[in-house]
């Protein structure tokens, strides 16, 4: 379980006992008790089992992929994978490739729902390049929603993580965001389910 999850369910419990106290309503000791489990739910942090591959890429969330798109980025053409994180899903997040963190930036912004296309543009986010061990570049960005206006990153630019490696996570629903190089062969289809750290999304170009 992620730390988040203790203080967010000790906070419930503890207004619990305080209404408990004050009000000697059931009713209104079960809301925060209810919300403390829920807290204890959505701040887990399951256990994965990695694919292993030179060149394969991970999904960093789970979710459902809602975009797949060819783009223009500043290194040439790409392709832009998007996951869609509902308040259900786990929040933690996983590097999608082995490399090494060429930049990370943090850019204020919107809170545009995750499933507008906009969002990936105008809304808050943690925007992540990094360069495998082949040389080829890689960015995902840890996009804000409607609901989640945390994005937490534990990783700094030079750092080196290894695929499906927690680097963060998202708070209460959310959109992620995955760039590859031209030339990527994509694994996945629209409307598919990933889970962060073992569906394997896409296979880098040799």
């Known amino acids: ?4 999850g203790i203080y967010y369910g000790a906070a419930g419990v503890v207004l619990a006992v305080l209404l408990g106290v004050l009000t000697h309503s059931a009713i209104l000791v079960a809301i925060p008790l209810l919300l403390a489990v829920f807290f204890l739910w959505f701040f887990r942090d399951p256990a994965r089992t990695v694919p292993q591959g030179d060149r394969l890429v991970v999904s ?6 809602t975009a797949l798109e060819n783009i223009t980025t500043p290194q040439g053409a790409g392709v832009r994978l998007s996951i869609f994180l509902n308040v259900f899903d786990v929040h ?7 490399g090494t963190i060429t930049s990370a930036v943090y850019k204020k912004g919107l809170y545009l729902n995750a499933l507008n296309p906009e969002s990936s543009v105008r809304n808050e986010q943690n925007v992540v390049e990094m360069l495998t061990p082949a040389g080829q570049r890689v ?3 840890q996009i804000a929603g409607l609901l989640a206006r945390r994005v937490v990153f534990d990783r700094k630019a030079g750092d080196v993580v290894g695929r499906g490696e927690k680097i963060g996570m998202m708070k209460f629903g959310s959109r992620m965001d995955v760039t590859l190089p031209a030339g990527s062969k994509v694994l996945v289809s629209l409307g598919q389910r990933v889970k962060g750290g073992t569906t394997v999304l896409a296979e880098l170009p040799a």
Not at 1 to 4: K, T
Not at 92 to 98: A, F, G, I, K, L
């Open 1 to 4: 379980m992620v730390r988040d």
């Open 92 to 98: 933690v997040n996983r590097s999608p490739v082995e």
């Open 60 to 65: 960093p969330a789970d979710g459902k992929v």
């Open 139 to 141: 960015g995902y960005s």
